[in-house]
């Protein structure tokens, strides 16, 4: 008769480990479910817009019936239609891949980012809360294509229109001083503004 070593015991879970997996778990059933709400806005009746501040492909500064741009503070939206004139006569045209968001898209947009980034913390060098985000206040646009942020990077602080961030070329805001004094250092990212400090 062969002999058999005893078997060896599973290795004891400590509670701090049962825990730790216990709160991922809960942690990404939280998320799921926060997600899942987010998601459940409704477009307006017309087709294609919506009211909480997604835009389809190819809305430009002057298309008014976007809320996305209606939204924006008059003074940020007259300085991207003055810009958005003058860049088309050198051929470039301005697209608003964003703008104006609601409080529920912009949450939506910072769950997304936690879920394909893992943490709140990676997540926030690209989104901000709704409570601290210059497009909920109408004061921030995603432009595009990369031919008029090329143009906006050249020509906008004449307008007042500067990247505030060194990692989202794409984003520009009002910054009347630029117009005088010249654009203002960027941020490195969102991490970096202290506008985004809770």
């Known amino acids: 008769m062969a002999y058999l ?3 060896r015991p599973a290795p004891a879970r ?3 480990t049962v825990r730790a997996a216990l709160g991922r778990g809960r942690r990404v059933v939280y998320l799921w479910r926060r997600l899942k709400h ?9 087709a294609g817009i919506r009211a909480d501040g997604a835009v389809p492909a190819n809305v430009t500064v002057f298309d008014d019936g976007f809320p996305a741009v209606t939204n924006l503070d008059a003074a940020l939206l007259g300085a991207l239609r003055d810009a958005a004139s003058d860049a088309a006569v050198d051929g470039v045209g301005f697209v608003v891949n964003s703008g104006w968001r609601s409080p529920q898209y912009q949450e939506r947009l910072l769950l997304e980012a936690v879920w394909t980034h893992g943490s709140e913390r990676k997540a926030a060098r690209l989104v901000a809360t709704p409570g601290t985000s210059a497009h909920v ?3 921030a646009v995603d432009l595009g294509p990369a031919e008029a942020t090329a143009w906006l990077s050249e020509h906008g602080a004449r307008y007042g229109l500067c990247q505030v961030y060194a990692n989202e070329p794409w984003h520009y805001e009002l910054r009347p001083e630029a117009i005088v004094h010249g654009r203002p250092p960027m941020y490195a990212d969102p991490t970096h503004d202290p506008r985004m400090q809770h």
């Open 5 to 7: 070593a005893p078997a």
């Open 38 to 46: 987010a998601f459940s806005g409704r477009e307006t009746p017309r």
């Open 137 to 139: 206040s109408g004061d």
């Open 14 to 16: 400590t509670r701090s």
